[in-house]
Structures are given as C-alpha cells and as structure tokens.
C-alpha cells in the first residue's frame, strides 16, 4: 500500500530477488505534488542497485553543489554538517521522480493500481489478508495479499487499522510554495536553511527554472503562516532567503499558492507483525531537518524486500525482527542528530519554537 519511494523501492528489490506476483497500490490517480526533496549523493549507489539509475540521469534532475546554513548565526556557513548536502547530489522534479519509480515497477512485471483508498484489512485463517478497497467513485473492490506492506507515509494507514500505536516526538508544520526565476543562475544550485524566530526556512532551486521556499513552525503556527498574508511578509523578512528571490528575480508560479505538510518524528511501536510490515515514513518519519527523506525511503525499501524475501523463503519472523531492530536502531540515532542539529540554534530562547526544541530536545 502507497506508491511513493518506500513503497517503490520495496517492491522494485522484491522482484529482484525473486518474489512474484506484487501489486502497489496507492489512493492517489497521479503522485501528488510534494514541497520539494533533495537527494544527497549518496542516492546514486541505491538508485544503481535498484536498476533505475539511468532512467533518473534522464531526467535531467538539478545538480546541487552542496548546502549552506544559517543556523547559530546570521552569516551563512556552506557545506555545513546541516542538510547532509556534502558534495554533488540533485534537487528534484518530485513528480517525475516518483513516476519514474512507478513505471520501473511496472516494466518489470509488478502492477501499480491507483485511485483505492484501503477502507479495511482483515487478516484470514488461512494467514492471508484481506483487503477492503473503494474508488473514487464510490466503486468497492477486495484484494488478497499474502503478505501486506505499508508503504502510506505518515498516515500509516495499514498499521493504523491493525492497531498498532505511534509514538511520537514532534512534529512541524511545513508551509511552502514554488516561484518561478527569471534570472535563475543568479541563484546558487544548493540548499538554503535559515534559521528565523518562528521556525527555519528552506530554499532550493527545483527543475524547469523554479525555485521552492518553506517555512517549518509549529503545528499550532500553521493556520496563521497559511495565510499568504502573513506568509509572505515573513519571507521577505528572512536575510538569505530573501536575497536569493530578489537576486533570481522569483515571481509565484501563477498566483501564489501555498502548500502545507506535516512532518513529524515517530515510530510504530512495532513495524512488523505475521506476514505484515510497515517501511518509509509509515515506520518511522524524521524532522525534514535530517535531509534523509528519499535517501531514507530508499534504503528502508531495500531492507524491507530483503526480510520479506527472507520470510517467504521459510525464514519466519527471524528477518523481520532483524528488520524491525534496524528501524529502531536508526530512529534513535536520527532523535541524537536531530538533538544535535536543534541545540545548536539558541538565538531565539524565548520563541516557543526553539524553547519547546531545547527544554525537550
């Protein structure tokens, strides 16, 4: 269930090794639109073993020549240790990245079913699940899965309805939208965090001469950063980012429309269960201040595949555990870089966004 990149690079390893018969399904017609993503690059040696890499180098994704921050400070520091941008990695065209991965899975004999929304999962005698569909038309369908994977994001959609509990962290609200440049190589190919008294801001040069700029608050702050009337304002008030709108002569791709996510820390209290298991962001999601997003994603596909490989070759739940073991493992590494990365920012005690980062870090 979900079609993203989690979902994609389980499915994508599974046929590698061997497992037939896998079907994505994803509540979406068409991958929607996402505030933006950078790969670092290391993404090149996973896009290679998921047999993909050419198909991405096609696509003509922006090179980034790193990252730069103003985080602790007011100047800004470039390759930072911030956004995990060191080197040569890529600003993506979000939508035709996750296309790219949707017809790869396509070509190699999976099927990709879009536009059910999972209404139930039922788990029969027999060990096999069965699951309850419905399309947007109302249309109800039922499909039967020998082993189920959770690939819905945040949502967590499938673990959700099998009871399984979230535990979570923290979470920001990420409010952004996307400008187009008239003058685009007056702006850097690189990612932009800065740091302000509500939150941090991101910007970064995306594909087709177009530039994206977010802001992260707190949940409580999204209604009131929604507002492009008070959204903007507090764009044009940042130092860096602001630079680099006058500087690429940034104009709203149409009239400006704002897109808001919710980007939390959590973990399943379990990502795995009988003939079950939870990969991506339905396992564990982090702070987009890690930059691990699609790196993540990826990855966490290819670990998935493996231990259901290994499950459905007789193995049991020995490599699902071992799986489950390592999403843990890197969660509680993810929650000391991400103490890490906050409490280097004290500018700002007072502000209720920093303050809550730093007393409960």
Not at 197 to 219: N, Q, S
Not at 272 to 297: C, F, H, T
Not at 301 to 308: F, L, P, R, V
Request: glycine letters at 10%; charged letters at 20%.
């Amino acid at each position: 269930m979900g079609s993203g990149a989690a979902g994609c690079a389980t499915a994508l390893t599974l046929i590698d090794r061997g497992v037939g018969d896998i079907v994505v399904i994803d509540m979406q017609q068409h991958p929607r639109a996402r505030i933006g993503e950078s790969v670092p690059p290391a993404s090149r040696a996973v896009l290679q073993r998921l047999g993909v890499w050419q198909a991405f180098h096609a696509q003509g994704h922006l090179l980034s020549a790193g990252s730069c921050a103003s985080w602790g400070h007011p100047e800004l520091r470039y390759n930072d240790f911030l956004l995990g941008m060191q080197g040569q990695g890529w600003h993506l065209d979000r939508t035709a990245f996750d296309e790219m991965l949707c017809e790869a899975v396509g070509a190699r004999g999976g099927t990709i079913v879009r536009g059910l929304r999972l209404r139930s999962a039922e788990r029969s005698d027999a060990g096999d699940y069965a699951l309850s569909l419905e399309a947007e038309n109302g249309a109800s369908t039922r499909v039967t899965a020998g082993f189920l994977v959770d690939a819905t994001g945040i949502a967590a959609s499938v673990a959700r309805r099998l009871g399984v509990a979230r535990n979570q962290v923290d979470c920001l609200a990420v409010i952004g939208a996307v400008f187009d440049l008239k003058a685009p190589d007056a702006v850097p190919s690189q990612a932009l965090l800065e740091a302000c008294a509500d939150g941090w801001w991101y910007a970064a040069k995306i594909p087709g001469h177009r530039l994206i700029a977010a802001l992260a608050v707190e949940p409580s702050q999204h209604r009131r950063f929604a507002d492009p009337d008070t959204w903007r304002p507090a764009l044009h008030a940042t130092q860096h980012v602001a630079r680099w709108l006058d500087h690429g002569k940034a104009v709203p791709a149409g009239t400006l429309e704002l897109e808001t996510a919710l980007a939390p820390s959590a973990i399943l209290s379990r990502v795995v269960g009988e003939r079950w298991l939870a990969v991506g962001d339905a396992a564990s999601a982090y702070d987009p201040i890690s930059a691990q997003g699609i790196l993540k994603a990826l990855c966490d596909g290819e670990a998935a595949a493996d231990a259901i490989a290994g499950c459905l070759a007789g193995a049991g739940q020995t490599p699902l555990l071992a799986y489950q073991d390592g999403v843990f493992a890197r969660f509680r590494d993810y929650l000391r870089l991400r103490r890490h990365l906050y409490q280097r920012e004290r500018r700002w005690p007072l502000s209720p966004f920093w303050h809550n980062r730093l007393l409960h870090p």
